[in-house]
Structure formats: C-alpha cells, structure tokens
C-alpha cells in the first residue's frame, strides 16, 4: 500500500519519489494501463496540473517509470565471458542469474507483461529499445557456440523466450505439473536449460 512520507511543502526529488512510488503502486495492483494522470495525482497527493506540466500525458508519465529499467539485464547480469574459465561455467552462471533477476524484480516482471500484451506506440519503443541493448549482450553468448547446425541466436530467443513465459506468470498455477515459484522449481529450470545449451557448445 502506497504512503507518503513527507509533511508539509514537499521539495522537488520528493514529489518525483511520491509520483514514482504512486506509479508502482498502480502498477503492482492494476496494471500498467491504469496508470494515468489523474490517479497519479489522487494516490501521490499531487496536482494535476503540476503532473501535465512534467509529463504532459499518460504515456509519458509511463514512459518516464518505464526508462529507469531500459538496461535491467545488462546491469543484473553484468558478467563478462572471459572472466570464466569455460564455456559450460560462464552458461551456468548466466542463466542462473537471468533468472535470479527476472523473478526477483517485480517491477520488470510488470514492465515485461505490459510490452507482451499491450499493442501501443509506447510498448513498441520500449520493446525496440531493449532490443539494442539485447544486442549489445548477445556476442557474449554467441562467441561461445560453435555449432553449424543451430543458430545461437535462434537457441537464445526460444530459451529467453520460454523462461520469459513460466516465470512471468507468477504464482497461478503449476507449469507441467513444476511450481518455477519456488527456489528448487527455479534450480531445476536452471539446470535444464543450461543442459540443453551444452549440447551446443564446441559440438
């Protein structure tokens, strides 16, 4: 539940940590669509006119929450190939902390939700965004697949693509009879997945 810390005039930083807070708040109990000026200033104790002034409409009030998680992966998996002493211990810990990072932040998960589902000019930009810095991480994982009958590529979208889905959809149910909510479920998706991926690796 949302709460304001602050009494009396509020400084600049703390009108942006209340309206970001607002923001989360909706987020994490509606859903990223029902984040809208008016219940931003409703929630955050924030006038409407002083909103529209910094953000001029809904999107990019959602534009303006969305951008500090442009770079999500590459901060939370910030690891460097070489630094491994092969291949197999590098895949390892890559997927081990990918899904680390994805589960644990609820915001992302939200974020990553909304860009699936919703069609819009913003869920396109921010889709085509994380896109570049995808690419920006992809030659790390690459470089460590030399197999002419599998495209790394091709086998990191269906990989990052079936972690993306169980996941993402929290706690609803089982998937194949497997709870990935649970710290042995996320264990066991690891080493799945890292199997299938030496199957590929200097094959």
């Known amino acids: 539940m949302y709460k304001r810390r602050y009494l009396g005039r509020r400084t600049e930083k703390e009108i942006e940590q209340?309206?970001?807070r607002a923001i989360a708040t909706i987020i994490s109990e509606k859903g990223i669509s029902s984040?809208?000026?008016?219940e931003v200033s409703n929630l955050s104790k924030t006038d409407v006119i002083v909103l529209e002034r910094r953000f001029k409409n809904d999107e990019e009030l959602i534009k303006a929450y969305t951008s500090q998680?442009?770079?999500f992966l590459n901060d939370n998996i910030a690891i460097n190939p070489n630094d491994y002493k092969n291949a197999e211990v590098f895949f390892m810990n890559l997927i081990e902390k990918f899904i680390d990072a994805i589960y644990k932040n609820k915001d992302m998960q939200s974020i990553m939700v909304w860009e699936m589902y919703e069609n819009s000019s913003l869920t396109r930009k921010s889709a085509r965004k994380r896109e570049v810095t995808?690419?920006?991480f992809l030659p790390s994982f690459t470089k460590?697949?030399?197999n002419e009958k599998i495209s790394p590529r091709a086998l990191f979208a269906v990989l990052t693509g079936g972690?993306?889905?169980v996941l993402l959809r929290g706690n609803r149910s089982t998937f194949?009879?497997?709870d990935f909510s649970t710290k042995s479920?996320?264990?066991l998706l690891a080493e799945t997945i890292f199997k299938i991926v030496r199957q590929f690796i200097n094959e």
């Open 35 to 38: 984040v809208t000026i008016k």
């Open 163 to 165: 972690l993306y889905y």
């Open 185 to 187: 479920g996320r264990k």
């Open 176 to 178: 194949c009879g497997l």
């Open 69 to 71: 998680f442009d770079y």
């Open 18 to 20: 209340d309206v970001m």
């Open 144 to 146: 460590q697949i030399n």
């Open 134 to 136: 995808l690419k920006e």
